[in-house]
Structures are given as C-alpha cells and as structure tokens.
Nanobody, 124 residues
Framework: QVQLVESGGGLVQAGGSLRLSCAVSERTFSFYAMAWFRQAPGKEREFVAAIIWSGGSTTYAGSVKGRFTISRDNAKNTVYLQMNSLKPEDTAVFYC?????????????????WGQGTQVTVSS
C-alpha cells in the first residue's frame, strides 16, 4: 500500500512563504505522477499543481501560477510545494496525491493515493 505523508503546514502572515513536503513510501516513486490539491472550509477539493514522473513537466492552477512551485526529489521519494506571496484565500488543507503513470495528470479522479493533509492558514 502506497502511503503519503504531508508536512510543513502552519500559520503564516499574508505575503509570507511556506514549503510543503510529501514523503511517499513507495520504492518505485519515480514512476508516479504527483500533485497537490487543497480544500478550504465549505468548498470542494481543488487542484493546485502537478508534476510528471521525471520532474520535467509541471502544471498549475491559475490562482497559484507564479506564486507556487512544485518539485520532486526522486532519490528522497519526496514531492514539494513551495508557496510564496501567500494570501488569506490560500487557507486550506493541502493534500498530496499520487498515481503510477507516465503522463501529467491533474483531475482529482485520476489519482488513487492520497495523504491525510496538512493545514495551511494565512492571516491577513
């Protein structure tokens, strides 16, 4: 069973930065497409960013493009989300997701492994 464990969430002021990490317990991690989603209170879970198995291609939601950066270290079985210029509307639980595939995917239904989430709160 593939397990994903997020870390790095917390409370930050608007304009600040946070770096989320997602450690994956899968020896074939390098064959997995990875993504970050988020869910704010009362809202549906939404796509944030995704990265292909090799790290060579990424895609972002329009609301975070230019502020967030997704990356991965296949030697450490870890994917990251660097979040800069944070806004109060970024407040949400952030989830890491995975699927063994060579493509770049971003629909929630495409991912079959999920972490438990990490809370990010941005104060104004």
């Amino acid at each position: 069973q593939v397990q994903l464990v997020e870390s790095g969430g917390g409370l930050v002021q608007a304009g600040g930065s946070l770096r989320l990490s997602c450690a994956v317990s899968e020896r074939t991690f390098s064959f997995y497409a990875m993504a970050w989603f988020r869910q704010a209170p009362g809202k549906e879970r939404e796509f944030v960013a995704a990265i292909i198995w090799s790290g060579g291609s990424t895609t972002y939601a329009g609301s975070v493009k230019g502020r967030f950066t997704i990356s991965r270290d296949n030697a450490k079985n870890t994917v990251y989300l660097q979040m800069n210029s944070l806004k109060p509307e970024d407040t949400a639980v952030f989830y890491c997701a995975a699927r063994r595939t060579i493509g770049l995917i971003q629909r929630r239904v495409d991912f079959n492994y999920w972490g438990q989430g990490t809370q990010v709160t941005v104060s104004s």
